[in-house]
């Protein structure tokens, strides 16, 4: 049986809530025989600030860079909010994309059919809803240089970040949504804001070249990344899938997870390039939803997007894509019974709390193994 070996980074907040629940699927899995799930548990965020005065410690990035894949719950709070900006918890998770190389970032937004009165759109717009947004994670204006703040002679404070790409990277993530389309709709939108950024038109030719010569029998369309999210609300049934930049991605992502009923719900992959030797690439999985730490501590927190990143990790980097079918229509029958917690339920209607849920999905689970 094959053997993986999971770093597991539960975060602060609810990441350590919906984390556990990970823990029971790996462990059904394993026990149906369709592998071994090594699991190693380590601080990241504003716990691994407390414990070691850094949001990720230097031996937890080699545990990552060794990981067959790294689960990743959420990171920050109120509780960091004074903490040194080079220290704040979201730190940790930059440095884990950054320097894992993590440059494609995928956030999958389905709406399971009984979901589709939880959504605040009407059903008819989001029922059967299935988009990629494919976002570019390493680059941008979240890493670019310079990225200061300076005081000026007269006193004044001058905050500056850069936006910067270059081709390659703008190249390597369009092939990643152009490469997905292939197996999907067969249409990539690329959004980009051209009319306003010197980058963004470097975008939109770059991944018009790469259509035209490597992807001819894929529809691309571009779309303004502030169109793109108005279109996203008013009819998203339209896309396929979605390419954008580090920015963009975060914003319109949050606004896919919305379309699906809840935060709650939206898992994403975070992979790098193919390793040439062996084909692996390293790879994070985590859910959209933040550390929600308003819900901490409470088990009120839906943990089906930290599931469902499971599952994506089972499909992209253990090669389990069966088994990964199998938790996503766990998933399916869970809702499909009615249960909900409290970010998907109904005005007024019963919730169940974090490990209810987790246990269900894994008694459904069981079900279909
Ligand atoms: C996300 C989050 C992160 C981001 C934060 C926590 C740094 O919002 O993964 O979408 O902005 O990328
Ligand atoms: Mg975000």
């Excluded at 605040?120 to 890493?143: A, H, P, Q």
């Excluded at 490990?355 to 269900?360: I, L, P, S, V």
Aim: proline share 4%.
């Amino acid at each position: 049986m094959a053997s993986f070996n999971l770093l597991l980074l539960p975060g602060d907040g609810i990441g350590p809530e919906v984390m556990a629940e990970v823990k029971k699927v790996a462990d059904a899995l394993g026990k149906a025989g369709l592998g071994t799930f090594e699991t190693e548990t380590d601080l990241v965020g504003g716990a691994a600030y407390d414990a070691h005065g850094k949001a990720v410690a230097d031996s937890t990035m080699q545990l990552a860079l060794s990981a067959d894949a790294v689960l990743f719950g959420a990171v920050g709070g109120p509780k960091w909010a004074k903490v040194p900006y080079e220290h704040r918890p979201e730190a940790g998770l930059l440095r884990l994309r950054k320097d894992l190389a993590l440059f494609a970032n995928l956030r999958p937004a389905v709406c399971y059919p009984a979901l589709a009165e939880a959504s605040s759109l009407k059903r008819e717009v989001i029922e059967g809803l299935d988009i990629m947004i494919v976002r570019e994670l390493t680059g941008g204006v979240y890493f670019g240089e310079p990225k200061e703040v300076v005081t000026l002679e007269n006193g004044q404070k001058r905050a500056v970040d850069t936006q910067v790409y270059t081709t390659h990277e703008i190249e390597r993530i369009a092939r990643v949504a152009f490469d997905l389309a292939k197996v999907r709709r067969k249409k990539v939108t690329s959004t980009e804001k051209h009319n306003v950024m010197r980058s963004g038109v470097l975008w939109k030719e770059v991944v018009t070249r790469v259509g035209a010569e490597e992807y001819p029998d894929i529809e691309l369309e571009h779309h303004l990344a502030d169109a793109c999210g108005m279109q996203l609300v008013r009819w998203p049934k339209q896309y396929d899938v979605i390419v954008c930049d580090n920015l963009f991605g975060d914003m319109l992502s949050d606004v896919a997870a919305m379309l699906t009923g809840s935060l709650g719900m939206l898992p994403s992959a975070s992979l790098g390039a193919p390793d040439p030797a062996t084909g692996k690439r390293k790879s994070l999985y985590e859910p959209v939803h933040g550390s929600a730490p308003d819900i901490a501590g409470q088990g009120l927190a839906n943990p089906i997007a930290m599931i469902g990143s499971f599952g994506m990790a089972l499909r992209y980097s253990l090669g389990l894509g069966q088994a990964a079918d199998l938790v996503d229509a766990a998933i399916a029958d869970v809702l499909a019974s009615g249960l909900r917690t409290r970010d998907i339920a109904a005005k007024g209607a019963n919730a169940v709390g974090t490990t209810e849920m987790g246990d269900a999905i894994v008694a459904a689970l069981r079900k279909r193994l």
